[in-house]
């Protein structure tokens, strides 16, 4: 395959790279390296790697770009998401970004488009786990905008599937509890844990997910990705201890969701696994300890959020 895939800088663009060129398929990564980071490539590229700086808000770019290179299929991973308050950034990327890959993609032959998207499109959701049937309702600037984004992919005439992701881990994780409780936690730093629930899934079962949905035979639409399992954020806290082998002094403040969070984000994987006889095989608990033994590996060298800065910082934002 030769794979156009934006954002191929961040953690799930430059993971989906490396196994991409480790099966043999050539790769064109597209970043503006916003939270992607250049660096984590050789300066010498592999073969079948080529890197682009700059941003699917570029219609120009993006379809020279794709005229060039005539990919066979198209990753759309490019998102915005740092500043929770910056709504023009997040239109700008994640709604017209996600239009011009669309129209890109339709005018040069793709065989195939993948989106990857948020599970925060369901905003507060009826019931949980939440299936794939249940209303898109999303609040946030983050959810608002990738979910515009991916309602405008989905009516691409290039066979289209988009994926609502629970939270993968895998190496260079770089937002969300886990690498904020690992980093405090080595620094001898206290942490909060929102009052949430969270889905967590492992990067080898996104590769599978992925592996199934680039495929000319697999079913097109969209899909929950995720183990159908709930953990309190608590549990992560838990699990980051447990493994640093710490002793916490005191009970670790347990804090109601901010105004932007969502109280439990699971999603049903049921019709995912009818569809495309995909599930998850890794348990919270081995997801937990491959993350973890990453970090004791490589570190972290910074952490983002899509939520807002708690009022009182001195705890730690560990949501």
Known sequence: MRIFLTGGAGCLGSNLTERFLGQG???LILDNFSTGKREIF???LPAGLVIKE????????VVSLMEKF?????????????????????ASVNV?????????????????????QTALCYGRPDEVPIPITAPVRPFTSYGVSKTAGE??????????VSLRLANVTGPRLAIG???TFYQRLKAGKGCFCSDTVRDFLDIQDFFGVIDRVLQADAPVGVYNISTGEGRTIKDVFDAVVAHLGIEPVGDVPIVPPGDDDVPAVVLDPSETTARLGWQARYDFKATMARMLAWYDQH??????SHLKAPATEQTGDAR
């Open 25 to 27: 398929h050539e790769v």
């Open 54 to 61: 700059g941003s699917v808000e570029d219609l120009g770019l």
């Open 96 to 116: 017209i970004g996600s239009i011009n890959v669309a129209r890109a993609a339709e005018k040069n032959g793709v065989q195939r488009l993948v989106n990857l």
């Open 177 to 179: 509890p886990i690498p």
């Open 70 to 90: 005539q990919p066979s299929h198209v990753i759309h991973a490019a998102a915005a998401y740092k500043d929770p308050d910056d709504w023009a950034t997040d």
């Open 299 to 304: 570190g972290i060298d910074a952490i983002y």
């Open 151 to 160: 309602m405008y992919m989905m009516q691409s005439s290039v066979p289209t």
């Open 42 to 44: 050789p300066d010498q």
